[in-house]
Nanobody, 122 residues
Framework: QMQLVESGGGLVQAGGSLRLSCAAS????????MGWFRQAPGKEREFVAA????????YYADFVKGRFTISRDNAKNMMYLQMNGLRPEDTVVYYC???????????????WGQGTQVTVSS
């Protein structure tokens, strides 16, 4: 199964920016739609954004529209999440995964990694 490693999280001031990266192992990365998810302590994991196999189509949860941008580089087996205008409530762990996209929502297909922590200070 494709292995994924998230990175790029850290501490940022409210209103600041971060770019998360998802590095994939294997030779079939370009065959999968991919997505980002996040989970706060005591809460369910929630969908953030998804991108189809080619990068031509993107989908976003309402709470990140206009602030976050998902992208991918299949030649490098990489996916990214550019996060602008960060808010304290964005302080959660972010995860990536292969997804199935239906009605603008990405559903995870693989196992979860350890994620990357984003902390937004006020």
């Amino acid at each position: 199964q494709m292995q994924l490693v998230e990175s790029g999280g850290g501490l940022v001031q409210a209103g600041g920016s971060l770019r998360l990266s998802c590095a994939a192992s294997g030779r079939t990365f370009g065959s999968y739609a991919m997505g980002w998810f996040r989970q706060a302590p005591g809460k369910e994991r929630e969908f953030v954004a998804a991108i189809n196999w080619s990068g031509a189509s993107t989908y976003y949860a309402d709470f990140v529209k206009g602030r976050f941008t998902i992208s991918r580089d299949n030649a490098k087996n990489m996916m990214y999440l550019q996060m602008n205008g960060l808010r304290p409530e964005d302080t959660v762990v972010y995860y990536c995964n292969a997804v199935e996209i239906n009605y603008g929502l990405g559903s995870p297909l693989g196992s979860w990694g350890q994620g990357t922590q984003v902390t937004v200070s006020s």
